[in-house]
């Protein structure tokens, strides 16, 4: 039995959650399943998966397996995509991790148009705010709002944003607009609680060249932004979030700027990847998909 199927099995009954789902998605019988995982337990001499009839869960071995044979089943599928002579469309799976505003607000609903363009490409999406690596969960493409230092990754610029203050058309209309950012302490704010730190994070202004910064006050503390927004729409304050976040409520008029002569500059999105697939095909169409996402 080639041990390349069944690393391939036992990656399809992790991601499926069952071995009945993996058999359906392989085309295969759940009893040839069942023999693959069992015959690459048999060749390493250790239990990937603790299983009973109602559930199944990874073991530690299992958890390193399955990340090794990720990576290990991308490399194989690229060197096949680039040794196809007369085939150079990007191919294969492509496994990428993205925040989650990222994900659902701008990503998902384009997503129709890149798989049409690239039918042969498979992608596996996980949705997290967390710095993730790339290398032990086998991911090729990581998209992060804001500089992550010296990682050794490649890093390209997909847009910039900016800090902006807004408030639903209701609450504006009842209590009126500030002027200046000292006029904050006057109107209730929402403010976003660092979920490490417990503190509640400083809005950033600049204005003719000076930056400065206000620490919001109000009843509403929160440490989940889309929620924020949505108490903003609902007429709940003021908040400061960063453009990226804001323009779909800003676009479809819920939510109108404040202070937009105060605006400060935010941090970059940026797409990671690693130095040694930078000239990979399916990472290089998918950079430049995102790219567009962000220039139309």
């Known amino acids: 039995m080639d041990r390349l199927d069944m690393l391939k099995v036992f990656c399809t009954v992790v991601e499926a959650g069952a071995f009945s789902r993996a058999a359906e998605k392989l085309s295969m019988s759940t009893s040839s399943v069942t023999t693959h995982v069992a015959a690459l337990e048999a060749h390493f001499k250790v239990r990937l998966l603790n299983r009973t009839t109602r559930s199944m869960s990874l073991t530690e071995e299992g958890r390193h397996c399955h990340q090794q044979a990720l990576r290990l089943l991308a490399d194989m599928g690229e060197l096949e995509a680039g040794l196809r002579a007369s085939d150079t469309r990007p191919a294969g799976v492509l496994r990428v991790d993205l925040p989650s505003v990222i994900s659902r607000r701008y990503v998902a609903p384009a997503l129709p148009r890149f798989l049409r363009q690239y039918p042969e490409l498979e992608l596996r999406i996980t949705v997290s705010d967390r710095m993730v690596d790339m290398v032990e969960e086998g991911v090729d493409v990581l998209v992060r709002i804001g500089a992550l230092g010296d990682s050794g990754l490649v890093a390209r610029k997909l847009a910039a944003t900016r800090y902006l203050c807004c408030a639903a058309p209701a609450f504006l209309q009842q209590y009126g607009w500030p002027e200046t950012p000292d006029a904050l302490d006057q109107f209730a704010c929402l403010g976003f609680l660092n979920p490490r730190t417990r503190m509640v994070r400083p809005w950033r202004f600049s204005h003719e060249g000076k930056e400065s910064s206000h620490i919001p006050r109000g009843l509403v503390m929160m440490d989940h932004v889309e929620s924020l927004v949505a108490a903003a729409q609902a007429g709940c304050g003021i908040i400061q979030q960063m453009s990226v976040t804001l323009a779909p409520a800003l676009q479809e008029g819920s939510l109108l700027p404040v202070l937009s002569e105060w605006q400060a500059a935010g941090p970059d999105i940026v797409a990671l990847y ?20 962000f220039t139309t």
């Open 274 to 293: 690693q130095p040694t697939r930078r000239e990979t095909a399916k990472v290089k169409v998918f950079v430049e998909f995102l790219r567009e996402i």
